[in-house]
């Protein structure tokens, strides 16, 4: 990691987290959150935005998915914000139509400082890769709440559940990924964000 780099630490009874991200990364990257298709969506987020995230996750996962994957959302968020927060320029907006195969997606973001999170994730399964379905959209409520930026995420359409919500995923990485392009002058009329 460069030092670019934000390191993130998270303590607590149910989970203990080490997260590295750098937004201006290389793509180098090592996520283990004990929860294989968790592990499967971070490496889609970070790769396809071409980041450099590190994640290490010791979880209560003999309780459940929860706190794992909500303590997940939290300490990448704060590292977003950070990020973000430390830029000198940047687009701000961002937002992707991402085909993934027979699904559509819908992504907006606004790095703004104003948190607010707007998903329609109406899955057709209970669970998708031992992660209960609840917790996707739960994840991207946390992520947006901790980065403190506006996110909306709207699937158009979609038949395959799995391929709904890596398509979600994907389409926030290119959504953040244009976000935190630089720009030229204030992403703001206010002059400040």
Request: net charge negative.
């Amino acid at each position: 990691m460069t030092n670019n780099s934000i390191t993130i630490q998270r303590t607590t009874k149910e989970t203990n987290i080490d997260l590295t991200l750098n937004t201006q990364g290389s793509q180098q990257l090592d996520i283990q959150t004990g929860i294989g298709f968790l592990d499967h969506m971070l490496t889609a987020l970070a790769s396809h935005a071409r980041w450099d995230l590190t994640v290490k996750v010791n979880g209560d996962l003999e309780v459940d998915d929860h706190h794992s994957v909500e303590d997940v959302a939290i300490v990448l968020g704060q590292a977003l914000e950070k990020a973000w927060r430390g830029q000198k320029s940047l687009q701000r907006f961002g937002q992707r139509l991402m085909p993934m195969d027979e699904a559509l997606i819908l992504c907006a973001v606004d790095l703004s400082g104003r948190p607010y999170f707007v998903g329609e994730l109406n899955f057709t399964r209970e669970m998708i890769g031992g992660i209960s379905s609840e917790m996707f959209e739960h994840f991207f409520y946390t992520l947006a709440m901790n980065a403190q930026m506006t996110l909306h995420i709207k699937p158009m359409y979609f038949r395959n559940n799995h391929h709904l919500i890596e398509g979600c995923f994907k389409a926030l990485a290119y959504g953040l990924k244009e976000a935190f392009s630089p720009a030229n002058g204030t992403s703001s009329t206010k002059g400040s964000l």
